[in-house]
């Protein structure tokens, strides 16, 4: 059965620190590994990873993937309050369905 | 502005009702999904639709019912036979996947029902 685990589940954080999210995946003939930030409502999109060792970046956050481990770290630097969001890992395999985590309850505090 | 829109908000039903959740897109996308998030637990998916008047069952489709009579709308009805239906509910949607085309979903703002 195809499974997407996320760790930790939760994470608080002081302003200033660094954090690793994680996300391990078995899935059937994966084809793209994808995180959204989820803050109040809609999750957003944030990186779509598809190949192992190329790193995407966006400001504070990057993100890789590695297929060979079958994972995918999400880190951001300098945390801010506004980081404070559930993240969330989805694999997509053969079909056009996604398979999430249970996403990683970030808490940033002044 | 392209978007997904859900509505309402906020919908609180009595047990033994069946509801109605709105899902419109004009993105122009050709799929659709319906996701449902409980604290604690990830997205799961109910119904999917990749094309129009087709529709698929996802993982946790029972007690639920959807249609796919346009493009721009996948309707999402929360029927009395759903045991556990207070929860929140996100509408997405993506272009089609093609054999080359990466797609990610877009999302709705969510819709929070609440069974009194």
């Known amino acids: 059965e195809d499974k997407v685990v996320q760790s930790p589940l939760s994470l608080v954080v002081h302003e200033g620190d660094t954090v690793t999210l994680n996300c391990s995946y078995e899935?059937?003939?994966?084809?793209?590994l994808l995180w959204y930030k989820q803050e109040k409502k809609a999750p957003t999109f944030l990186f779509m990873l598809?190949?192992?060792?190329i790193e995407k970046k966006s400001g504070r956050l990057s993100s890789i993937l590695d297929k060979k481990e079958l994972f995918s770290i999400l880190n951001i630097t300098a945390t801010q309050t506004g980081d404070s969001a559930i993240y969330l890992c989805a694999v997509e395999g053969i079909t056009d369905k996604l398979i999430f985590g249970t996403g990683t309850r970030l808490q940033v505090f002044p | 502005d392209g978007g997904i829109t859900q509505s309402p908000k906020y919908l609180f039903r009595k047990e033994g009702q069946n509801v109605t959740l709105s899902c419109e897109q004009n993105?122009?996308?050709?799929?659709m999904y319906w996701y449902r998030q409980d604290p604690g637990q990830g997205l799961r998916l109910i119904y999917y639709?990749?094309?129009?008047?087709?529709?698929q069952k996802g993982d946790i489709a029972e007690g639920y019912s959807v249609s796919r009579e346009k493009k721009e709308s996948f309707p999402l009805t929360v029927t009395s036979a759903q045991k556990n239906p207070t929860a929140f509910y996100l509408c997405a949607s993506s272009p089609i996947r093609t054999s080359s085309a990466y797609n990610e979903q877009f999302f709705g703002p969510g819709t929070r029902l609440t069974v009194l």
């Open positions: 639709s990749q094309i129009v008047n087709d529709f």
């Open positions: 899935v059937t003939n994966f084809r793209s």
């Open positions: 993105l122009n996308h050709d799929a």
């Open positions: 598809t190949s192992s060792g």
